[in-house]
């Protein structure tokens, strides 16, 4: 009866060993391309949660003119001012009324609402950069200053601009309560995220967006 001889032996193991060092490899590959993938879909839901958000309410915007509607403000005085907020001249804000307020049996307010969209100091001070919050206010017939319903939509941001188009050039200022008479023509969001803790990269590219406003509402 024929065996194996141990040199034989000796060279199935060795191959052996060789093809599983090589599925290890695979796997391991296959198991951090894998992390890679599920970190960086996770960091990209709030992002694109934070736009799809700013997109519809600036595609719902209503322009001044009427009782349930108001002006349309970018880095201008008094934003955010009905909902006792502070938004300075200059700053990156934007505060518009839309129409996308839900309507709903407990709620007794129609589907105008104002917006405000500003960056505020993070409530986790070990958090690098600033928060994008939305901060809504649906009374547009109260008398007296409302408490907004704010909400966070973005953290870690370093930057945020808006930029108004009249026709010809990008404005990073419109108010139509002082000049301004109609809503601009498309409205470039512009956000840059902070860099990650021990990132020493170079900042990547903001995530800009264009968002047209159909709406004309007044003439000269």
């Given at each position: 009866?024929k065996?194996?001889?141990?040199?034989?032996m000796?060279?199935?193991?060795?191959?052996?060993?060789?093809?599983?060092?090589a599925?290890?490899?695979?796997?391991?590959?296959?198991?951090?391309?894998?992390?890679?993938?599920?970190?960086?879909?996770?960091?990209?839901?709030?992002?694109?949660?934070?736009?799809?958000?700013?997109?519809?309410?600036l595609?719902?915007?209503?322009?001044p003119?009427?009782?349930l509607?108001?002006?349309?403000k970018?880095?201008?005085?008094?934003?955010?001012?009905?909902?006792?907020?502070?938004?300075?001249?200059?700053?990156?804000g934007?505060?518009f009324?839309?129409?996308t307020?839900?309507?709903?049996?407990k709620a007794?307010?129609?589907?105008?609402?104002?917006?405000?969209?500003?960056?505020?100091?993070?409530?986790?001070?070990?958090?690098?950069?600033?928060?994008?919050?939305?901060?809504?206010?649906?009374?547009?017939?109260?008398?007296?200053?409302?408490?907004?319903?704010?909400?966070?939509?973005?953290g870690?941001?370093?930057?945020?601009?808006?930029?108004?188009?009249?026709?010809t050039?990008?404005?990073?200022?419109?108010?139509t309560?002082?000049?301004?008479?109609?809503?601009?023509?498309?409205?470039?969001?512009?956000?840059?995220?902070?860099?990650?803790?021990g990132?020493?990269?170079?900042?990547?590219?903001p995530?800009?967006?264009l968002?047209?406003?159909i709406?004309q509402?007044r003439?000269?």
């Open positions: 009866m065996a194996f001889t141990l040199i034989e000796l060279l199935a193991v060795a191959i052996c060993a060789i093809v599983l060092v599925i290890n490899g695979v796997f391991a590959t296959a198991v951090r391309l894998r992390d890679k993938t599920s970190e960086a879909v996770e960091e990209a839901l709030p992002v694109n949660r934070a736009m799809e958000m700013m997109v519809r309410d595609k719902g915007t209503v322009g003119g009427g009782l509607a108001g002006d349309f970018c880095g201008a005085q008094a934003m955010g001012a009905t909902m006792g907020l502070s938004g300075e001249a200059g700053s990156a934007l505060d009324f839309t129409s307020g839900a309507l709903s049996d007794p307010w129609g589907d105008i609402q104002e917006v405000f969209y500003e960056l505020k100091a993070p409530t986790d001070h070990n958090q690098t950069g600033m928060e994008l919050v939305r901060c809504v206010n649906r009374n547009l017939l109260a008398t007296t200053t409302q408490t907004p319903e704010i909400q966070s939509l973005l870690k941001v370093q930057t945020l601009q808006f930029d108004c188009y009249d026709g050039q990008w404005r990073n200022t419109w108010d309560s002082a000049g301004d008479t109609n809503l601009p023509v498309a409205v470039r969001i512009r956000i840059q995220l902070a860099a990650k803790q990132d020493s990269s170079p900042n990547q590219q995530l800009e967006m968002v047209p406003l709406s509402t003439t000269n």
